[in-house]
C-alpha cells in the first residue's frame, strides 16, 4: 500500500498528497466553492446506503448502522472527507457473464439485457483538471447511453452508481441530470435513495457500505436486482420500492478521469 | 537536521523545472510551436504535439484552485505536520500547481484565494516552490 501511494503519484508525495482520497478529495472542495455541496450532501449518500448495507447479510457494513450524527462524529481523513465519505477497503470477488440473449434464455436466471451504454474520458490530470466539479465524464456518457437506449432519466427505476466516495456519486447523479448543480441536498433529503426511496440508489450498500469490487459492485447489483435475486433488499414489494425494469448503473476511474454509463433491462 | 519526506524524482522531463526550483523561480514550459503553455513538464506538447519546447519564468503569484486539509499522515515524516494543506494553484500564466499552503489556518483558506510563492529550502539540491496568503 505505502509503494502504491509513493511510486505511483508522480512527485506528489513530495508535498504530502497520497491517493485516490485526497484526490477525490480535492475535485470535491471544488465543488463546494462553485455550487452548493459538502458534508451536509453527502450525509444523505452515506447513510442512505448504509441503510441498505443493513438488508444485505454480505455486506462488510450489515449490523452497523450509521445516523447523520455518527456521520458528523466521524473522524476527517483528508478534509472536506471523513472516514464514511471513502469507500471501503476488503478482500472479495465478483463476476458477470455476458453472452447473447440467445443462450442467456436457455439459462436457470432471467434475462437481463443492456440497453445502452457509453464511455466519455476527460483523461486530464486533476492537477490540470477543470471539470472536478462537473460537467465530468458523466455527462456525455451518459448521453450517449441514454440515447442508445431510447429513454430519458424519467424511465429509470433505481440506479447502482460507482462509489468511490460520497461525492463521485452526487456529482454522477447530477451530470445524469436528476438534478441541477447545487440542488443535490434537497433532492437527496427524505430518504429519496433509501430502502422506500423513490429512487433507490446503490441498494446492496455500495462501495461506502458493501464492499469494494471496482466497477463489479455496481454492475453485479444491478444485475442480480432485475433478476429478482436480491433478498430483503430486493427492489419491489419487500422495500416498499417500484418493481424495477430499469437500471442505470456506473463506473469511472482515476480522479473523474474517465466514466462509464450502461443501463440494464428486465426482459 | 535529516530531511525525511519524500524527495523528488528527476527524470529528462522534470529536471529544468526542479533546477529552476533551486534558483527560486518556477519554470513553465511553453511551447515553441503554439504557444501553450504547460505543467507538469512533458517531452511534447498536449495541444500541437510539438516538441519545440522553450521555458518561461512564473512570477509566482497565483490563487487557490483546490484545496485539500489532511488529517492523516500516509508517510511518517507528514506526522509532525497533520492538519496541513495541499493545494492546487492556479498561477497567474495559467499552468496549475500542486503545492503546499503555508502561514494560513486551514479554517480560513478559500478558493479563488490570492497567494504567493514561498520557498523552503528542504536540502542541498532541492528547494520547494509553497505558498502563503497574499496580505
Known amino acids: ?267 | 537536521m535529516t530531511y525525511n519526506k519524500p524527495l523528488p524524482k528527476i527524470n529528462a522531463d522534470t529536471k529544468e523545472f526542479w533546477k529552476g526550483c533551486k534558483e527560486h523561480l518556477i519554470k513553465i514550459q511553453k511551447c515553441g510551436n503554439c504557444g501553450y503553455l504547460r505543467h507538469p513538464p512533458s517531452f511534447l506538447c498536449p495541444q500541437c504535439h510539438s516538441q519545440k519546447t522553450d521555458w518561461i519564468s512564473s512570477t509566482g503569484k497565483g490563487s487557490v484552485y483546490t484545496f485539500t486539509v489532511n488529517h492523516v499522515a500516509f508517510h511518517p515524516a507528514f506526522q509532525e505536520d497533520v492538519p496541513y494543506v495541499v493545494a492546487v494553484v492556479e498561477l497567474e500564466e495559467g499552468p496549475h500547481l500542486l503545492t503546499n499552503i503555508v502561514g494560513c489556518d486551514p479554517g480560513k483558506l478559500r478558493c479563488d484565494m490570492p497567494v504567493e510563492v514561498v520557498w523552503d529550502d528542504i536540502t542541498d539540491e532541492f528547494s520547494l516552490p509553497k505558498f502563503r496568503p497574499v496580505v
Not at chain 1, 447530477?174 to 443535490?184: A, I, L, T, V
Not at chain 1, 461506502?208 to 444491478?222: D, I, K, R, V
Not at chain 1, 419491489?236 to 476511474?253: F, H, L, M, W, Y
Open chain 1, 1 to 267: 500500500m505505502s509503494r502504491m501511494l509513493m511510486d505511483r503519484g508522480g512527485d506528489t508525495p513530495v508535498f504530502g498528497h497520497f491517493g485516490a482520497a485526497a484526490g477525490y478529495a480535492m475535485a470535491a472542495r471544488r465543488a463546494m466553492h462553485e455550487f452548493h455541496t459538502g458534508p451536509e450532501t453527502w450525509k444523505h449518500i452515506a447513510v442512505g446506503q448504509r441503510k441498505w448495507a443493513q438488508l444485505n447479510p454480505r455486506a462488510v457494513m450489515h449490523d452497523k448502522p450509521m445516523t447523520h450524527e455518527d456521520y458528523y462524529n466521524a473522524k476527517w481523513l483528508v478534509e472536506p472527507f471523513r472516514l464514511p465519505d471513502n469507500c471501503l477497503v476488503n478482500d472479495g470477488g465478483r463476476a458477470c457473464i455476458i453472452t447473447s440473449a440467445e443462450r442467456a434464455r436457455d439459462l436457470k436466471h432471467s434475462l437481463v439485457t443492456i440497453m445502452g451504454m457509453g464511455q466519455h474520458n476527460p483523461s486530464t490530470d486533476f492537477q490540470q483538471a477543470t471539470y472536478l466539479s462537473g460537467p465530468t465524464g458523466a455527462r456525455q456518457a451518459s448521453k450517449t447511453a441514454f440515447r442508445m437506449a431510447g429513454i430519458t432519466v424519467q424511465d429509470v427505476d433505481a440506479c447502482e452508481i460507482y462509489d468511490c466516495f460520497t461525492y463521485t456519486v452526487e456529482i454522477t447523479l447530477q451530470d445524469y441530470g436528476f438534478f441541477r448543480p447545487g440542488e443535490g441536498e434537497e433532492w437527496l433529503s427524505g430518504g429519496t435513495i433509501e430502502p422506500e426511496g423513490k429512487m433507490p440508489v446503490n441498494t446492496s450498500g455500495g462501495q461506502l457500505s458493501e464492499a469494494y469490487h471496482m466497477g463489479l459492485t455496481p454492475l453485479t447489483e444491478g444485475v442480480m436486482q432485475l433478476m429478482g435475486r436480491c433478498g430483503d433488499r430486493q427492489l419491489g414489494p419487500a422495500t416498499n420500492t417500484k418493481e424495477p425494469e430499469i437500471i442505470v448503473c456506473s463506473d469511472n476511474g482515476a480522479i473523474l478521469q474517465c466514466h462509464s454509463c450502461y443501463i440494464l433491462r428486465r426482459e
